[in-house]
């Protein structure tokens, strides 16, 4: 009996195995008709009619078996059926003919040369192959899906190119995830001099990948190539292409999506998901030559542009005010006595200009650049192995910056009379330094938004500097308590605007009619007179279009107020969590209003000369002007009750459940990269104007974070929109600011973008990398630490700013 058994398990086995490995072949007595379709060889993939979601048109696609939705080749992606009449044929030469309902032909593909009796197969690397019927030789292909990627790369496929027969392939985003037309991205092997990977906006590179160094890319699409992928690069006489694969034994993709980020992930047999692999943090310095010619690019120097040693500015005026588009240029004319400064941990400059000879050594190459006056600079082909071969630069040098990886070092031409400059050069004066910064941030932005901008900011940038010279001799004036008494009806209750985190504010009118707000301390400051005053002085110097104006102050006995510019609009939470005022607040000026808060915290961060870490940004904290731009509010009393500190672990924690970082919730751990989380935090409630705290997904135990994680993940981010901004919004704005929020309130203080990062990211459309996992995404509160050594006395009252006090 149990032989029987046996003998059936295996019939049956058998008759799986045998038909799913059943050649995938086509041939002219064999068409796909919508509704069939080509399994591969193994059966990983399937050819056949789909239609993306949200979308009735009919496209010829290949997909992965276990995951129908992801589609990586389209046919006919500029020309889609209009139903599901659509027919696969291929004519006996071996072209392949998608016919329309009336015989109209949607799409074919071309050979150049032909067969006398062809066949299509779907091989089991998912590609597509046309070959003669006897013959199924690779080199012998007429024609392969593979040569002509859609936004996908398999393993196997090539992105690059083909000398002999001028084939590029390259990927080439969807229009948007409902339709697979081509869209603005593309992502390209250049092949002008040392061949370097691009991406693209229309015809215009956006960020250079690089050239291959022998172990990866200089900009890392993947940050440890060496240790999960198999990537390589390969270059010839006849070819020059990048492949991609990877050890893990998931199957690995590589998508440029509809927005233009070159995403890898790996398919997940046990979640049925894709995995993705993070990319390298795209930061400034990947944008395309953002310095100029010429300069370098340092990401965590401020300005973040230099010119290289020898160089100097070409418009010393535009670059001062951080305009450094025209670069740099050369100070003494070349010679051949001239030298080489040596640049470690660098991104090489832009390729398309260069020479390169793989089995040159480096000193025969520095000798070759040296008898050639428009040669610039040169550098190793190959980093493995101490180095090897020969890369020289001719002209401009572009695009150079360095690494935060390892990089590589890179010898520019310099005079010597330049090199004994260089040896002692100036120290860098720190003030003026400030408000290079100030200035530099928001020309960054200038050159970013192009079209949008002009007029605005030009006036903001004068308005800045001025402000930047009045300080100077600025006196804070001193109210004695009977005006504010007066002003304030005695401190009413009927004038009580609300209660912030340190102490109530009232409204007040002084005599002259101005109105004002009145902040009066908690008295537990600690702070002795001399001391509060010369850190209200200090605090009220900090001037910025988006911080609320400190106009006076007021001490009496144990009494401190701060007395504040009036704002009618009240503050932020009272529109966007107001069933009928938050109608008011359309998408632009919801865009408007996150812009002016991230620069408000770019200045309270690193262009004032304080650094404030403000520990306390919400909805309830941002207050709106007349034309509704937002002002921070209650910036720098974390430090008049707190230490100064940058980066420390404080024993005082303060700020407010929902929009406080799990480090500094949980350890007191307290950096900028706190704020950057609140203001991630802020920007989801404004988007989906619902808040953190209080929010309750229905099913799930999730926050307003989670609910945004878990739609990002199932690819619909824009279901968390405010209904009420129905409105002609911007969706791939939303998207942005969806993409930036989700970056800022990342686990890990270091994953998170600093602010100045953030308003680069939301003024730009350049690629991004992926969020992680958000901290405190599930239920309502931080989780507790182990509750014996939890030391936090939690004072909650709804949207009440806490003070916790460590007791030691
Ligand atoms: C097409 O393929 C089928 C099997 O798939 C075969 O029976 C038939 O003879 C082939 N026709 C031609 C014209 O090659
Ligand atoms: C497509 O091929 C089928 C045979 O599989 C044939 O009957 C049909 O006429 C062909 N269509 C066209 C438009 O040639
Ligand atoms: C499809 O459309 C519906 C309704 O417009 C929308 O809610 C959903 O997010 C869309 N799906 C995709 C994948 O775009
Ligand atoms: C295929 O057709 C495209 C245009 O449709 C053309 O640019 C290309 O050169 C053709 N390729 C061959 C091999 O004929
Ligand atoms: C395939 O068949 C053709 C004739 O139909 C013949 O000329 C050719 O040599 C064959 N190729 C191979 C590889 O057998
Ligand atoms: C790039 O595209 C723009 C607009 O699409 C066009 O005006 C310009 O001439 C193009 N430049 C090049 C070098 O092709
Ligand atoms: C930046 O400077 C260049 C010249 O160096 C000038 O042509 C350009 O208009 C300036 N851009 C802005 C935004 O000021
Ligand atoms: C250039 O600098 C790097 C790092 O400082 C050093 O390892 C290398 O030897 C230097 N090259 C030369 C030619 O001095
Ligand atoms: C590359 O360098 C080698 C050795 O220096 C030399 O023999 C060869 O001719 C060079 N190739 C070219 C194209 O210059
Ligand atoms: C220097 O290099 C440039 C660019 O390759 C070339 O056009 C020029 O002829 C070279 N000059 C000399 C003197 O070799």
Excluded at 152 to 161: A, V
Excluded at 218 to 231: F, G, L, M
Aim: proline share 5%; glycine share 8%.
């Amino acid at each position: 009996m149990g032989r029987f058994l046996v003998i059936f398990v295996c019939c049956f086995l058998f008759f799986i195995l045998t038909n799913s490995t059943t050649p995938a072949i086509m041939n002219r007595s064999h068409s796909i008709r919508d509704g069939e379709t080509l399994l591969s060889d193994g059966g990983s993939f399937e050819l056949g009619f789909f239609s993306p979601a949200n979308s009735t048109n009919r496209y010829l696609g290949l997909w992965f078996t276990k995951s129908p939705q992801t589609v990586f080749w389209v046919a006919n992606r500029e020309n889609p059926l209009p139903n599901s009449l659509g027919v696969l044929n291929i004519t006996s030469e071996g072209i392949l003919i998608i016919y329309s309902s009336t015989n109209d032909i949607v799409w074919s593909s071309n050979l150049s040369r032909t067969a006398e009796n062809a066949v299509a197969e779907l091989l089991e690397s998912g590609n597509l192959v046309v070959r003669e019927e006897n013959d199924s030789k690779p080199a012998n292909f007429l024609w392969q899906s593979f040569d002509y990627p859609s936004d996908t790369l398999l393993p196997g496929m090539k992105l690059g190119i083909n000398f002999v027969t001028r084939l590029e392939s390259f990927l080439s985003s969807w229009k948007s995830s409902e339709d697979p037309a081509r869209g603005e991205f593309s992502f390209l092997l250049d092949p002008n001099g040392y061949p370097q990977l691009v991406l693209k906006k229309g015809n215009k590179t956006q960020v250079r990948i690089g050239s291959w160094n022998g172990l990866r890319f200089a900009a890392e699409i993947i940050p440890k190539p060496d240790s999960i992928s198999t990537d390589d690069f390969v270059l010839n006489e006849k070819e020059g292409y990048f492949v991609f694969g990877s050890k893990s034994l998931g199957f690995p993709r590589l998508k440029l999506t509809p927005w233009g980020i070159p995403q890898r992930s790996i398919w997940n047999d046990r979640t049925h998901k894709w995995d993705f692999v993070e990319i390298a943090q795209l930061d400034i310095c990947a944008q395309y030559s953002i310095c100029g010619p010429n300069a370098f690019c340092q990401f965590n120097d401020s300005p973040i542009c230099a010119c290289l040693d020898g160089f100097m500015p070409k418009s010393p005026r535009d670059w001062k005010l951080s305009n450094w588009s025209g670069g740099c240029a050369r100070r003494t004319p070349c010679s051949d006595k001239d030298r080489f400064q040596n640049y470690s941990r660098m991104k090489l400059p832009d390729t398309s200009s260069s020479w390169y000879n793989k089995s040159t050594g480096l000193g025969e190459c520095k000798g070759i650049c040296l008898k050639n006056c428009s040669c610039t600079a040169y550098a190793n082909l190959d980093v493995r192995g101490g180095g090897s071969g020969c890369l020289i630069w001719f002209g401009d040098l572009i695009d150079t910056s360095r690494s935060k990886g390892d990089g590589q070092d890179l010898y520019v031409r310099i005079a010597v009379s330049e090199l004994e400059n260089v040896e002692k050069k100036r120290p860098v004066d720190k003030k003026k330094q400030a408000v290079i910064i100030a200035s530099s941030v928001i020309s960054v932005l200038g050159l970013l938004i192009l079209g949008v901008v002009s007029y605005t900011r030009k006036t903001y940038l004068r308005k800045n500097d001025n402000s930047e010279e009045r300080k100077e001799d600025m006196e804070l004036p001193i109210y004695d308590l009977n005006t504010i008494a007066r002003a304030t009806n005695n401190f009413s209750s009927m004038n009580k605007l609300g209660e912030g985190g340190f102490g109530p504010v009232f409204k007040g009118a002084l005599v002259n009619g101005q109105e004002i707000a009145v902040k009066r301390l908690s008295k537990s400051s600690g702070q002795g007179m001399d001391q509060f005053k010369n850190e209200v002085v200090l605090i009220a110097k900090l001037q910025h279009r988006n911080l609320v104006k400190l106009l006076g102050f007021c001490i009496h006995k144990d009494e401190k107020m701060l007395i504040y510019e009036y704002m009618p609009n009240k503050s932020l939470d009272s529109f966007i969590f107001d069933l009928t005022r938050r109608k008011l607040l359309n998408w632009t000026r919801r865009v408007h209003i996150v812009g002016g808060i991230a620069r408000g915290l770019v200045y309270l961060h690193q262009d004032s000369r304080l650094r404030i870490i403000h520990r306390d940004i919400k909805a309830s904290n941002i207050l709106l002007d007349n034309e509704l731009n937002p002002k921070i509010s209650d910036f720098g009393l974390a430090r008049m009750f707190g230490g100064d500190q940058v980066e420390a672990n404080t024993n005082r924690v303060v700020g407010t459940y929902g929009y406080m970082s799990p480090e500094y919730a949980l350890d007191g751990h307290l950096s900028v990269k706190s704020d950057v989380f609140s203001f991630g935090v802020l920007v989801l409630e404004i988007v989906s104007g619902k808040k953190n705290r209080g929010f309750c997904h229905p099913d799930q135990n999730l926050n307003l974070l989670g609910h945004a994680w878990i739609l990002w993940t199932k690819g619909t981010p824009l279901d968390l929109i405010d209904e009420g901004l129905s409105d002609s919004r911007n969706l791939a704005e939303v998207l942005r600011c969806i993409h930036v929020a989700l970056l800022c309130v990342q686990q890990r203080p270091e994953d998170r973008p600093t602010m100045s990062t953030v308003v680069v990211m939301l003024g730009s459309e350049n690629p991004l990398p992926q969020p992680k996992q958000p901290g405190f995404f599930m239920g309502q509160n931080p989780p507790e630490k182990d509750s014996s050594s939890n030391k936090h006395e939690a004072h909650s009252l709804n949207e009440v700013s806490l003070t916790l006090l460590e007791a030691r």
